[in-house]
């Protein structure tokens, strides 16, 4: 079974950092670009950051631009997403997924591109 582990969600206050980290558990995948999305209760997956595996390019939704960073080690096949200024709006689940088949029907940053996806792991932002 191929999937992928989120952790380092919790209960912060509002101008805090966390940061999570996606890992792959299982059989290992090529990956072509892995991301994060996240759902606030009521709400629709959000796209939050992308990138690309094997250049490192990076694309940000606009609402987290300037304070979220995602990053990765290519070796470990990890990815992580550095989360500074939280505020109350980035509560959420936030998702990993990662796109180990490449065929690019859609841009990464609709999820449809991404066939592997985590759990979630669960950020709360108190006021």
């Known amino acids: 079974q191929v999937e992928v582990v989120e952790s380092g969600g919790g209960l912060v206050q509002a101008g805090d950092s966390l940061r999570l980290s996606c890992a792959p558990s299982?059989?290992?995948?090529?990956?072509?670009?892995m991301g994060w999305f996240r759902q606030a209760p009521g709400k629709e997956h959000e796209f939050v950051a992308t990138?690309?595996?094997?250049?490192?390019?990076?694309d940000y939704a606009e609402s987290v631009k300037g304070r979220f960073t995602i990053s990765r080690d290519a070796i470990k096949n990890t990815m992580y997403l550095q989360m500074n200024n939280l505020t109350p709006e980035d509560t959420a689940v936030y998702y990993c997924?990662?796109?180990?088949?490449?065929?690019?029907?859609?841009?990464?940053?609709?999820?449809?591109?991404?066939?592997?996806w985590g759990q979630g792991t669960q950020v709360t932002v108190s006021s």
């Open positions: 997924a990662a796109d180990s088949k490449g065929v690019r029907l859609y841009a990464s940053t609709d999820k449809r591109s991404y066939d592997i």
């Open positions: 299982g059989r290992a995948f090529g990956t072509y670009a």
């Open positions: 990138i690309k595996w094997r250049d490192g390019r990076k």
